[in-house]
């Protein structure tokens, strides 16, 4: 269903699709009572969770374990002004599962830094949501 606003809503399967496409997406989340956002590298896994890599010791990981995020994701093209955005919304938490930490040794993300302590976070696809913009003539 296209919008007033130009924006096409995106079903779950679509929105799971796209994200698959990109690498990076935002993890956004509550640091001392205000928003932050961060850029992180990211796969889906098999049960469509969004999964990062990042230092057991983090503030990333002190702040979200355990709690309600939201993660965006997105890819634009500014000459044809067309584009999607994806949100993905639900609790974090540290995979402590040692069989799940292997797995996802072979078959999740590498995180982009160096790091000897790193651990997996998962975010469950709760509430996911999406739109797309599939290009506007240029105002004027």
């Known amino acids: 269903m296209i ?13 799971l699709r796209l994200l698959a496409k990109v690498p990076v997406g935002r993890v956004v989340y509550t640091r001392q009572a205000l928003p932050a956002v961060l850029p992180v590298n990211f796969a889906l896994d098999t049960d469509t969770s969004v999964v990062l890599c990042t230092s057991a010791a983090s503030d990333l990981v002190r702040a979200i374990d355990g709690v309600v995020v939201a993660f965006e994701a997105d890819d634009f093209d500014a000459g044809s002004r067309s584009g999607w955005s994806v949100v993905v919304t639900g609790r974090a938490a540290v995979v402590t599962d040692p069989a799940e930490h292997e797995r996802l040794l072979r078959t999740g993300p590498r995180s982009w830094m160096p790091m000897h302590d790193g651990v997996f976070v998962r975010i469950e696809a709760e509430m996911v949501t999406g739109r797309e913009l599939t290009g506007l003539p240029e105002p004027g």
Request: aromatic letters at 8%; glycine letters at 8%; proline letters at 0%.
């Open 3 to 15: 919008h007033s606003d130009g924006f096409r809503s995106l079903d779950r399967q679509e929105c």
